[in-house]
């Protein structure tokens, strides 16, 4: 039994070279994983978030148990994920930290553990490039980023490897080295689409055809009026944005109802409140994947998707980069006993 008890273990750079740093393989695994949620086909429990810091720290330090099953027989795993917001600074390290675990549904014995902080980033992009395709204005050419770390690089990356029609980047950080070194790189890498440096943060919302705010704040700064017409927002680090831009958007999306209302996040805040609802919800995005519910359906809408972040999107994720790994002889094979 020793010799056949074995799990797969799986590094940064081997989750690489599977096609983990290629938005391709995230856009693919993700549309299956959120339509197999939409029909149901998923076991996701609320994760839960363990925060040592108190009532004064900062929201985004905590570690978060992100457990779920996708498919049939499909795969069970979990991501275990960490994050300090000054971690960059301080430590000089990349602010958050994660491992997947990957359990065989069938007995329940691990198969796999990997490197999760890479799978993570880059299945947040993806949900942004699946939402740009079904909610974006059509041949849209701006995209705006507020917040150009680890995350908004990736983002912006994987919006450039699907979308040949964006024409400018607009870019804008509370670091401008941070803004000033994306930008660059974007241009060296893309000699095709401009990259600007904004002054402020609204400057750039307003001129984006997509907008994605990926930062670390605990405050809405981000308010309905900075929207231009037709505008999609994606609200990846979910506090940027005001109440105002869900009551006053033409619809409100998010990948999962009970994950985004919980954790006093503005949506949670805007039903507490009985000024926001289920009912007014337009759709969570598998169900427009699957074609049950009308994505975009004209030029003028304003549009927010509202992604909390899944643990379906991960396991899917996961999944195939286990799968590419054990067919290709990638990463090492250890003994669980």
Not at 84 to 108: F, M, Q, W, Y
Not at 202 to 217: S, W
Not at 233 to 239: Q, W, Y
């Amino acid at each position: 039994m020793e010799d056949t008890v074995r799990m797969l273990y799986l590094s940064r750079s081997d989750v690489a070279a599977v096609g983990g740093e290629h938005s391709d393989l995230y856009v693919g695994a993700l549309r299956d994983g959120l339509i197999a949620h939409a029909r149901g086909e998923t076991v996701q429990p609320l994760k839960p978030y363990l925060r040592t810091d108190g009532p004064g720290g900062h929201i985004a330090d905590r570690i978060i148990a992100m457990p779920a099953h996708v498919g049939e027989p499909g795969m069970s795993g979990i991501k275990w994920i960490g994050s300090k917001h000054d971690n960059p600074t301080r430590e000089g390290k990349e602010r958050a930290s994660a491992l997947i675990v990957l359990n065989d549904p069938a007995t329940k014995y691990p198969v796999a553990v990997m490197e999760g902080s890479l799978i993570s980033a880059w299945r947040t992009a993806g949900v942004t490039c699946l939402a740009a395709r079904h909610l974006a204005v059509s041949g849209f050419t701006d995209v705006s980023l507020v917040g150009c770390g680890l995350i908004g690089s990736t983002q912006a990356t994987a919006l450039l490897q699907q979308f040949d029609h964006i024409t400018t980047v607009h870019l804008y950080d509370v670091n401008q080295d941070a803004a000033n070194a994306l930008s660059e790189r974007i241009m060296r890498e893309h000699p095709n689409v401009k990259a600007v440096v904004a002054g402020s943060a609204e400057d750039a919302v307003g001129q984006g055809d997509l907008v994605v705010p990926c930062t670390v704040t605990d405050k809405p700064y981000i308010t309905f009026s900075w929207l231009k017409r037709g505008a999609l927002l994606c609200n990846v680090s979910i506090m940027d944005v005001h109440k105002d831009v869900f009551l006053g958007a033409d619809k409100v999306v998010v990948d999962d109802w009970e994950q985004s209302n919980r954790e006093k996040k503005i949506i949670n805040q805007l039903v507490l409140e009985g000024s926001f609802s289920r009912e007014q919800l337009h759709a969570e995005l598998g169900e427009i994947l699957a074609g049950e519910r009308p994505g975009r359906d004209n030029d003028d809408e304003i549009i927010v998707l509202n992604p909390m972040g899944m643990a379906v999107e991960d396991i899917a994720c996961a999944g195939e980069v286990y799968r590419r790994a054990a067919e290709s002889g990638t990463g090492t094979w250890l003994s669980l006993y």
